[in-house]
């Protein structure tokens, strides 16, 4: 009775309909791109954005990103990352619960997995995670990787992970600060385990906290990289800014149209935007609320 009990809501799960999910952009540090499948050109990724199956993250130099799954996880990139989307999807589970599926590619740089930031659980997940040679599967867990041109490496701060190599198969990591390194031209390393002090250098790497500049979800204050009478001059500060990753919008007032950047947290963060502003030659840039 019980095989057949679960042998049919096997069968049921797979029949439930899936449909889109949605992995938004909750914070970012400009500049960084979302580039969509089929889209001509790549465009700035802005705070409360919904990222879709087959979507890719760029970050770029100086840069973070924070994504927030659907099930309540987040997902934290550093500088200079690269992040696919794929198998983006939301199923109807048991017990009246989401399963929401997700299969993120870390083509290039740092990134978190961690389910702590958020309200709680919202829903169960299947979440894998690849970082470029390293695949790892996800259950409830708190997790740093990266890749570059030297390795791809993957720490498992809490929880427990699965994790395949091409050269090591299949094997389960359960005790945190447990790490696997897998360098590009030679065999990967024993799992050995992270000196905090290391880790605490690994996870600031993929924080908005250690950059400034940083836009989140609900902040208040703004900053104006330009005014001008003239629309043609506003739309070219615009497009500037679009192009170079920072999510720029016009604002009319009167005779007079505003260039500007939303969802600052901070003063301190407005001005280090500012700074940004200002080398990439937008003299005008001032704080705002």
């Not at 929880?159 to 945190?176: C, K, L, R, W, Y």
Request: positive net charge; proline residues 4%.
């Amino acid at each position: 009775m019980r095989t057949t009990t679960g042998l049919t809501a096997f069968i049921a799960l797979l029949a439930a309909p899936a449909f889109a999910a949605t992995l938004t952009v909750e914070g970012m540090v400009s500049p960084a791109w979302v580039e969509r499948a089929g889209a001509p050109q790549r465009v700035p990724l802005e705070v409360g954005m919904a990222l879709n199956d087959k979507d890719r993250v760029h970050t770029g130099t100086g840069s973070r990103a924070l994504l927030r799954l659907a099930d309540g996880s987040a997902v934290k990139l550093g500088e200079d990352a690269v992040l696919v989307l794929d198998g983006l999807s939301e199923q109807q589970g048991g017990r009246a619960r989401k399963i929401v599926n997700a299969s993120l590619d870390v083509v290039r740089g740092a990134f978190r997995f961690t389910t702590d930031i958020f309200a709680r659980r919202q829903a169960d997940r299947n979440v894998r995670i690849r970082v470029a040679t390293v695949t790892a599967g996800i259950r409830g867990t708190d997790l740093w990787g990266k890749s570059d041109a030297q390795r791809d490496v993957v720490c498992l701060i809490e929880g427990t992970i699965s994790v395949n190599h091409a050269q090591t198969g299949e094997f389960t990591m359960s005790d945190p600060l447990a790490f696997f390194i897998a360098p590009r031209n030679a065999s990967p390393l024993p799992v050995g385990k992270v000196d905090p002090k290391q880790l605490q250098q690994w996870a600031a790497e993929t924080e908005l906290g250690t950059v400034g500049g940083g836009a989140r979800r609900g902040g208040k204050f703004r900053v104006t990289a330009s005014t001008a009478a003239d629309q043609q001059a506003a739309l070219r500060d615009y497009d500037t800014l679009r192009m170079a990753g920072f999510p720029a919008v016009i604002r009319p007032a009167g005779k007079d149209y505003h260039v500007r950047i939303l969802n600052l947290p901070s003063p301190k963060d407005a001005q280090a935007l500012v700074e940004k502003l200002k080398a990439l030659g937008m003299a005008q840039a001032a704080v705002g609320r």
